[in-house]
Every structure is written in structure tokens, then in C-alpha cells.
């Protein structure tokens, strides 16, 4: 059952170190809905039954729990996007910090996984339109967006090309991090 693949996969992040316990959303397209987390409560906690089918809209076809803040960011994406099944928004400390200075190229593999380029959106406030335009506006030829001062949405056709997307950004964010202190010769 996908609700339960949500599940299982946010605890993955979440003991990953990739979000705090209340931050970030999961969403995966279903049909003409949208099946997504809740809002606030602990991620790493949730069980099937705490998701939401909304439409797009923003209006709960199915589900007790109010959707995530961010619905209109995943509703923006998937009509941008009609090949993307799934949206992962976490708040990897790294990459958030890095954003452009990432460097994609010290992987082999680190392109082929990312899949295009690295897009980067400006500091917005979070749960807007404004901030749903500037997503689906990078993402619209990316497959990862970093959120300045915010976190990172990777889209995939599946939960878990999306998921892998958002691990691999973070691991190259370390990655350029750790290159830039043996280039400085410490
Ligand atoms: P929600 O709990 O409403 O999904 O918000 C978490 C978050 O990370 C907002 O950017």
C-alpha cells in the first residue's frame, strides 16, 4: 500500500538526519488526486491512516487530517510536471546551506541520479503560492530545487527515485564541503 510505503519512507529520512521531527512533506500522484502528509505532526510517527487525499485545490477528498502547509507547492509541481509520481520536501542542513556552491560533478553517478540540473530558489515564505510558483518554476527542468535558507524538494517518477534524489544532493553537499578542506590544504 503506498500510505504505507510514505510511512516506512519518511522514517528513512528522518533517521537519516535529513529532517527534524516536524518539518518537510511526502506526496504521491494519485489518479487526479494528491496523496499527502499531514501538517505538524511527528513525521517520523505517522502512520497510513494520518495521510490525506486532496485535490488540486487544496480541498481533503479523503482523510480526518488537515493536509501539509505546503500543498500548493506539491500541487504546483504536479501540473508543471506531468511525468513526476512523487515530491519529497526535506530540510538537509547541508545542501540548504550550499545550494549553488554544490558541485555535482564529484560523483560520477551524482548526474546520472540527479537526473538535470541543480535548480536554486530564493528565500520565500514557506506554504505560499509564491513560494509554490518558484518551485514548479525550477523544477519545470530540474528534478532537485534547493529552498535557500529552507531545505530541498526532489521530484522522481517513483517515491523512491525522489528519495534517493534528495540523499544523493545532501551526500554531494558533504562531499564539497570535505573537498573544499583538502583543497585548502588542511
Ligand atoms: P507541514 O508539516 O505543514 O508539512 O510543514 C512542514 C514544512 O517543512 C514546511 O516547509
Known amino acids: 500500500m503506498i500510505e504505507e510505503e510514505i510511512v516506512e ?3 528513512l529520512l528522518y533517521l537519516r538526519g535529513l529532517s527534524t ?7 504521491v500522484r494519485s489518479g487526479d488526486l494528491i496523496l499527502i502528509t499531514p501538517t505538524s505532526l511527528p513525521k517520523p510517527l505517522l502512520r497510513p491512516e494520518d495521510l490525506v487525499y486532496i485535490d488540486f485545490e487544496g ?7 488537515q493536509p501539509s502547509s505546503e500543498w500548493r507547492m506539491h500541487a504546483a509541481v504536479y501540473r508543471r510536471r506531468p511525468d513526476v509520481g512523487a515530491i519529497v520536501h526535506v530540510h538537509p542542513v547541508h545542501s540548504t546551506l550550499l545550494a549553488e556552491r554544490i558541485k555535482p560533478d564529484l560523483f560520477l553517478e551524482g548526474d546520472i541520479y540527479i537526473g538535470g540540473p541543480l535548480a ?18 525550477a523544477l519545470a527542468r530540474a528534478n532537485v530545487a534547493v529552498l535557500k535558507k529552507h ?3 526532489a521530484v522522481g517518477r517513483s517515491l523512491a527515485e525522489a528519495v534517493n534524489r534528495v540523499e544523493v544532493v545532501e551526500d554531494l553537499a558533504k562531499a564539497t564541503l570535505i573537498n573544499l578542506w583538502i583543497n585548502s590544504g588542511i
Open 9 to 11: 519512507y519518511y522514517k
Open 120 to 137: 536554486v530558489v530564493p528565500p520565500l515564505q514557506p506554504g505560499t503560492w509564491e513560494l509554490a510558483e518558484a518551485v514548479a518554476d
Open 151 to 153: 531545505g530541498v524538494v
Open 21 to 27: 521531527l516536524l518539518s518537510g512533506n511526502i506526496s
Open 59 to 65: 480541498r481533503v477528498v479523503k482523510g480526518t487530517r
